[in-house]
């Protein structure tokens, strides 16, 4: 007899977000009959841990999706291209967190505090946005709504975990070899980050901007329904290990007090603001919670009607594991999984 609940499997559950998305499916209490956490031959015969009990990882074949009705794909671009179709063909719905199909006109790309009615029209594949994409339209869809936006700028602080496991233990052997006055190893960034912030987040691209500037555009325009939305990313790695921030102005259609736009901020849904510009939020305060923070809103004068924010979250779980875990209840609540 089948259990009540869902079949849910994990794809990359032995990652950074992959770990962070069993905690959300446990913490949400997302009805879960069966979890099958996915990885590669590396993690074969290891186990992780599912509601107190120590579950088998198993090796991602052709064959992993039979029986499956949700799969959280968080393994990498290549490994969503080749896999992600297999588990629809299986009967699954896919929420894929990777690059991989975020731009394809038939894959929704939700935020689902902004833009929650692309869920009812996919093919299977629901795309999980950028992590400071994500971030950054939670926070700018209220003050869309209110005065329309006309141009963003935005620039981030982004941490080690963006980049995975491979790139939080990089920052930690650097930081302890620096300290120690020994050789410093760099494989996952592509220089230093101990003691430094880097400028370069994903390949340069032929323009100068870096891939993962060009996600924050395009990702954007696309949550947000705006094609033309003039945007301008400049993407940091900092040297924090989870929690992304990011400095944003924007410029608006109409006028917007400060007071009215924190009033606007604050009825937003997924969203705390701390009105009080000296009690900022900080990476550090964000790490394991699910909303997005928002601070220092203030007046931009170099332009007319402009604001300035500044917005941080954990990027694990906003960022990826809480908003797929969202998705995933929004299609439930809709009897979309079956
Ligand atoms: N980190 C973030 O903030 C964030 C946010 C949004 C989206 N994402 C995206 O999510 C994906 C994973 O990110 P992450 O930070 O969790 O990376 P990670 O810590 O490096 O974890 C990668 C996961 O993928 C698995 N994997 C790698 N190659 C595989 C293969 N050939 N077959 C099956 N599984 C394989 C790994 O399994 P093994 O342990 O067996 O190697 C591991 O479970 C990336 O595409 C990333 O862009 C990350």
Redesign the pocket.
């Known amino acids: 007899m089948k259990q009540s609940g869902l079949v849910v499997a994990i794809?990359?559950?032995?990652?950074?977000?992959?770990?962070e998305m069993r905690t959300v499916l446990a913490e949400h209490r997302f009805p879960v009959s069966r979890l099958i956490p996915?990885?590669?031959?590396?993690?074969a015969g290891t186990h992780i841990e599912w509601r107190g009990e120590q579950v088998p990882?198993e090796?991602?074949d052709d064959d992993a999706f039979e029986g499956v009705d949700l799969a959280l794909f968080?393994?990498?671009?290549s490994?969503?291209e080749r896999y992600a179709p297999k588990a629809v063909a299986a009967g699954a719905v896919v929420v894929d967190?990777?690059?991989a199909f975020r731009m394809h006109p038939e894959v929704p790309l939700v935020v689902p505090e902004v833009n929650p009615e692309a869920l009812a029209d996919h093919n299977g594949i629901i795309a999980?946005p950028?992590?400071s994409t994500i971030q950054m339209v939670a926070a700018l869809q209220p003050l869309h709504a209110v005065a329309g936006l006309k141009r963003v700028v935005v620039s981030t602080y982004q941490s080690a975990?963006?980049?995975?496991?491979?790139?939080m233990d990089e920052l930690r052997d650097q930081t302890v070899a620096l300290l120690n006055f020994a050789e410093i190893k760099t494989d996952v960034f592509p220089r230093r980050l101990a003691f430094d912030v880097l400028p370069h987040i994903d390949r340069f691209e032929d323009d100068g901007y870096t891939r993962e500037e060009h996600k924050m555009v395009n990702e954007t325009r696309k949550i947000m329904g705006l094609p033309d939305l003039p945007v301008c990313a400049t993407c940091v790695r900092v040297p924090v290990f989870i929690g992304?921030a990011c400095s944003i102005n924007v410029e608006l259609q109409r006028p917007l007090d400060v007071e009215a736009a924190l009033d606007a901020l604050e009825a937003a849904p997924g969203l705390i603001v701390q009105r009080d510009s000296s009690s900022y939020p900080t990476a550090a305060d964000c790490v394991g919670q699910d909303p997005v923070y928002v601070g220092r809103v203030r007046r931009d004068p170099s332009v007319e009607h402009g604001l300035v924010l500044w917005v941080v979250a954990d990027?694990?779980r906003k960022?990826?594991a809480t908003n797929s875990v969202q998705i995933a209840e929004a299609l439930h609540a809709a009897g979309a999984l079956a």
């Open positions: 794809v990359g559950a032995t990652g950074a977000v992959g770990e996915l990885a590669s031959e590396r993690s990882v090796v991602l968080s393994a990498g671009a490994i969503s967190n990777t690059r999980n950028n992590c975990s963006g980049a995975g496991r491979d790139a992304h990027n694990l960022g990826a």
